[in-house]
């Protein structure tokens, strides 16, 4: 079974800093990893996602992630944060067959104004 | 139109009561599933549907009935639940159960029961 850990459970940053949410995978076959995001009394919404090609993911609200096989990690940067980014943030894999995913426990990010 | 919309938002039910939780979504997604989640921890995969067939019932307890009545609709029946079946309850879709394509969630109805 795959398995996705989010070592960090609370991320405090300041306001206009940079972050980094560290996310790393058990696998041994082929991986399609995905950040979301979960504000607050809110669903789930996805930030970037990795299939293929190119390591390093573009995706919404200024975020990215860098996919390194080697380290097996999928770690979430953003290089200025806002207030409006407090959020739980949820690294997944995806099952071979696509049936779910396997979700981290979460890194509850806290941006200080 | 990328919404997945859930209806009701919040629902509080006695033990013995019957209430249904209701999902829609107008991508034209062939896969659908419901999430149940605890505070503070990540989503925990309940059904999944594909094709309006449930494809994957991850051992939930029978007082969960989930009902796929056309390509847009999710419902879950719920009956004779226990207080630590509180939790928010989130639906999702896809374009077809698939690991290449994301999953649109919900906003997810919060259900309280006591």
Known sequence: AQSVTQLDSQVPVFEEAPVELRCNYSSSVSVYLFWYVQYPNQGLQLLLKYLSGSTLVKGINGFEAEFNKSQTSFHLRKPSVHISDTAEYFCAVSDPDGNQFYFGTGTSLTVIP | ?114
């Open chain 2, 1 to 114: 139109d990328t919404e997945v919309t859930q209806t009701p938002k919040h629902l509080v039910m006695g033990m013995t009561n019957k209430k249904s939780l209701k999902c829609e979504q107008h991508m034209g997604h062939r896969a659908m599933y419901w999430y149940k989640q605890k505070a503070k921890k990540p989503p925990e995969l309940m059904f999944v549907y594909s094709y309006e067939k449930l494809s994957i019932n991850e051992s939930v307890p029978s007082r969960f009935s989930p009902e796929c009545p056309n390509s847009s609709l999710l419902n879950l029946h719920l009956h004779a639940l226990q207080p630590e079946d509180s939790a928010l309850y989130l639906c999702a879709s896809s374009q077809v159960v698939s690991r290449s394509y994301e999953q649109y969630f919900g906003p997810g109805t919060r259900l309280t029961v006591t």
